[in-house]
C-alpha cells in the first residue's frame, strides 16, 4: 500500500485499551457494510465499485479523453458537491497538463466568476462536461443554461453533439431529457452511489481522461485499497483505525477535526475530503466538524489558535513522502539570513521538519494528532486514498449511529430559495 497511518501522538488522549474495546462495535459496522444491510444501504455501491469498473470502459474514457483533447484547447467541467470537488482535487493533486487548462463552473452563482470565464474561453476550442446524478441542482443547471448559449453561437448543432458531454443519472431528471433532446453523449451515474462517494464513476473518470489523468492507474490504485480495506482486522486496517480514533477522539468532546497538509496541491483533496466527513456524519444532532488548514501558510494565522485556543480539536496530518520534485536552497556566502545550515538541503526536508515541529508543538499545546503518509504524487496514491477516507467514512459513521449515506439536510436550503426565486 502506498498510505501509512501513524497514531503515536494521540498518547495520553486516547488509550489502546479503549480501541480494543472498539473491537466489536468496528466489527458490527464492517459487517453492515461488506453485507450491505445497514442504513443507507442502498447507497453503498462505492463499496466494491472499483472492482467491478469493466477495463473496456476504463480504454473507452481514455480514448474519449485523447479524442478530446486533439479537437479542443480546453475542457469546461460543470458541476458542485459530489460532481465537482474530487474531479477538481484530483487534477489539482496531480498537476496534470498545463497546455490543456481545465476550468470549473457551477460551483457558485457568481456572475462575475462567469463572465471572466466566458471571456476567457471566447478564442479557444472548448469541450464542455456537465455533471449532475439528480440532474436539477440549481448552481450548474444555471451555468449549463448560460454556457450552452455560448456553445450554440460558437458551434453548430452537428459540432455540439461532440463538444458538449452529459454525465447524469440514466433515467431521471431534466440534464438527462435535455442531453436526449439535444442528442449530446451522455454517461450514467451508477443509482447506488451518493454525490460525494462518486469521484470514481463516469463523474470523475470522464472529465478526468479529458484531463489527462491516467484513470487505469487511479482505478488500480482503489481495487488494491478495496482488497487491503475490507479485512476485519483492527491491527492491520488503517481505515478502520483511523475511523476508532476519530470516535474516541470525539466521545471526549474533541468535535473538531483539521486536516493539515503541507503541499498546495492538496487543498482540493481536503475540499473533498471535508464534503465526505461532513456531509456523512454532520446528522441528528452528531457529527465531527472537519475543517482544514493549508500549512505552513496557515501556521502564521491559525496557528496561534491551534497551539493555544479551546482544545475541542484534534488534527490529522496529510503529508506526501516524496513530492514530484527535487529543488536545492542554495548556499551564500554572506549568510545575512543565517539560513546556511540548509544550504545544499532540498526544499522538502525543511518542510518536512516543519511539519514534525507542528505536530509535536501542537502534542503539547494539547491537540492530538494522528499523520496519513501518502507515498508520492501519483493517481494510484490517490485511488488508494479515496478509497481509505470512503472507508473509513462508512465505519465512523455507523459507530456514530447515523446514517452515513443520506444528506436529508442539504434539501433545507433548497426548499427555501425555490420558494424565493418562484420556482415549482
Ligand atoms: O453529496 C451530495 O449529494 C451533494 O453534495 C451533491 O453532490 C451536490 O449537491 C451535487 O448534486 P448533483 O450531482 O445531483 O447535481
Redesign the pocket.
Known sequence: MNITFNRDNLKGFVDEAEFKALILEIQKAHEAIEKRNGPGAEFTGWVDLPGRIKDSFLADVTKLGREVRKNSDCLVSI??????LGIRATIEFLGTDRKFPVYYAGQNLSSDGLHDLLDDLKSKKVTVVV???????T??AVAFRIIKKFMHKKYSAKELKKRIICV?DEKK?ALRKIAEKEGYQTFI?PDDV???F?VLTP?GLVPLSIAGVDVKALIAGARLAQSEFSKMDLEKNIAYQYAAARYLLYKKGKAIEVLSSFYPNMFYVAEWWK?LFG?SEGKNGQGIFPASLNLTADLHSMGQLMQDGVRNVFETFLIVDKPKYKLTIPSDKDNLDNFNCVAAKDLDFVNKQAYRATAMAHYEGGVSNMTITVSDISATTLGQLYYFFEKAVAISGYLLGVNPFD?PG?EAYKKKMFELLGRK
Open positions: 458541476g458542485i458537491g459530489g460532481s465537482y455533471i449532475s446524478k439528480s440532474g436539477t441542482t448552481e450548474p447524469t431528471g451515474i451518493g454525490g460525494r462518486s463523474v464534503q456531509e444528506q442539504v
